[in-house]
């Protein structure tokens, strides 16, 4: 099972966004991905101007908030980026971040439960599998128990939503429970593959995890699985490590750690 690589950016120009998605291209990246918030770029337009400069890189919303659009919506904007990609689109979904209800208030819609955001999603996923043709890569973003468990029965790849403290123990009990729930997996969906971000390399975090007060050295000597050290060879190690231990062939790396980890990218290509 070969390591794949996604580049987490955030577009601040587009001249900027530009270069960064045929520099990803160039340096072997498998894939570009953008967050989804009310208080940034809207992926669907920047993913499809990234798609216009590339031709092999992959696209994805990471991830996309289902609660902020409808179906019908998601469907109509995932279409339009498999035809305007050549079908290089992969739509990530979530149920939406902390602060969401916020975000929703923002555009004068419900959040709904936990579990009723968990039924849209579905509800979502299944719309795009039905209606999209090619129907593109569903990833699902998943952290509790119960939204592992329903994504491992509906997506081909798994985010696994760790927090930055997270310890190598959390990502086994993760991993394990995506595995018991496959168990209701449809046959014809395959086997799930998983992903993971990293927040740090060496002592630099990235700028969501730093905003939270924490520091790199701290989480490393906690046993943090999300902050890599500086070293390629270590890194290269790791990586590969949790690739055949628990199944992560896909690793996002945030556009702050980008030049600190060149280094153990050009290694694992």
Do not use: C
Not at 55 to 76: F, I, S, Y
Not at 84 to 94: A, V
Not at 123 to 141: C, Q
Not at 191 to 216: C, E, H, K, M, Y
Request: glycine share 8%; net charge negative.
């Amino acid at each position: 099972m070969a390591l794949r690589f996604g580049l987490m950016s955030v577009p601040g120009s587009a001249a900027e966004w530009l270069r960064t998605a045929r520099t990803a291209e160039q340096d072997g990246y498998h894939t570009l991905l953008l967050p989804d918030t009310v208080y940034t770029l809207s992926p669907f337009p920047a993913l499809a101007a990234a798609a216009a400069v590339t031709t092999e890189l992959r696209l994805r919303p990471n991830v996309l908030a289902d609660p902020l659009r409808l179906a019908p919506e998601t469907v109509r904007e995932t279409a339009a980026l498999q035809l305007l990609s050549d079908g290089r689109f992969e739509l990530g979904l979530g149920v939406g971040r902390p602060d969401t209800d916020t975000q929703l208030r923002k555009l004068g819609r419900a959040a709904g439960s936990t579990a009723e955001r968990r039924t849209r999603l579905l509800a979502t996923a299944a719309s795009v599998r039905a209606e999209v043709d090619p129907a593109p890569p569903i990833v699902i973003a998943a952290g509790g128990p119960k939204m592992l468990a329903a994504a491992a029965t509906a997506a081909d790849r798994i985010l696994l939503a760790t927090g930055p403290q997270a310890t190598e123990e959390d990502l086994n009990s993760l991993v394990a429970h995506v595995g018991d729930s496959a168990a209701d997996r449809p046959a014809e969906l395959g086997p799930v593959a998983l992903s993971l971000q990293i927040a740090g390399i060496g002592d630099r975090l990235n700028a969501f995890v730093a905003a939270q007060g924490l520091n790199a050295a701290d989480l490393r000597e906690a046993g943090s699985i999300a902050v890599l050290p500086e070293d390629p060879a270590a890194i290269a190690d790791i990586l590969t490590g949790r690739r055949d231990k628990f199944g992560i062939d896909e690793v996002i790396v945030p556009a702050e750690l980008v030049d600190l980890f060149a280094p153990a990218l050009a290694r694992l290509r």
